[in-house]
T-cell receptor, first 111, second 114 residues
Framework: TQLLEQSPQFLSIQEGENLTVYCNSSSVFSSLQWYRQEPGEGPVLLVTVVTGGEVKKLKRLTFQFGDARKDSSLHITAAQTGDTGLYLC???????????FGTGTKLQVIP | DAGVIQSPRHEVTEMGQEVTLRCKPISGHDYLFWYRQTMMRGLELLIYFNNNVPIDDSGMPEDRFSAKMPNASFSTLKIQPSEPRDSAVYFCASVRGAGANVLTFGAGSRLTVL
């Protein structure tokens, strides 16, 4: 079974602060996605990374895929209250349409 | 496109009752997934279909759970009989094509079994 551990589990910060969320596994993934989920809604895809060492930026969000494709990080610069939500990493393997989700990081940004 | 549509959004039932959750995937998507989300276990894959055929149901917790996809635009997840430990949010998701691994989720069905 492939497991994805996220840290921290909970994070409460002030608006304007920076933060990093980590996603770690002992397994290699062919691709890794980050989703954000708001209360009462399903997860919504933020980004997909597929190459070891890849870095993608989405405005204030920076995503990195580890060189060995076993881990990833999400860095948010100058957090805003709209960033509040549950962040989930998800690893894809081989040709199967089967995605393993991480344990999740619940982020609260306080005004 | 209206996205993935799930119903009901909320269901409260008593232990022992049958529960049926419904999902309409995005038109043209050939893969459909059912997930369950709880605080304790996070988001777990229950079963997924490709072209209406169940491919992997290893995540289905027990025989009380069953899922069907009679056509490309409709799927059901049934729990019979329901138990309090089945209380969770059930999500349906769909995707087009192999290898993409990019899922579009519905808004979920929150199930409470008393």
């Amino acid at each position: 079974t492939q497991l994805l551990e996220q840290s921290p589990q909970f994070l409460s910060i002030q608006e304007g602060e920076n933060l990093t969320v980590y996603c770690n596994s002992s397994s290699v993934f062919s691709s890794l996605q980050w989703y954000r989920q708001e209360p009462g809604e399903g997860p919504v895809l933020l980004v997909t990374v597929v190459t070891g060492g890849e870095v993608k930026k989405l405005k204030r969000l920076t995503f990195q895929f580890g060189d060995a494709r076993k881990d990833s990080s999400l860095h948010i610069t100058a957090a805003q209250t709209g960033d509040t939500g549950l962040y989930l990493c998800a690893g894809g393997s081989g040709g199967y349409q089967k995605v393993t989700f991480g344990t999740g990081t619940k982020l609260q940004v306080i005004p | 496109d209206a996205g993935v549509i799930q119903s009901p959004r909320h269901e409260v039932t008593e232990m022992g009752q049958e529960v049926t959750l419904r999902c309409k995937p995005i038109s043209g998507h050939d893969y459909l997934f059912w997930y369950r989300q709880t605080m304790m276990r996070g988001l777990e894959l229950l079963i997924y279909f490709n072209n209406n055929v169940p491919i992997d149901d290893s995540g289905m917790p027990e025989d009380r759970f069953s899922a069907k996809m009679p056509n490309a635009s409709f799927s059901t997840l049934k729990i019979q009989p329901s138990e309090p430990r089945d209380s969770a949010v059930y999500f349906c998701a769909s995707v087009r094509g192999a290898g993409a691994n990019v899922l579009t989720f519905g808004a979920g069905s929150r199930l409470t079994v008393l």
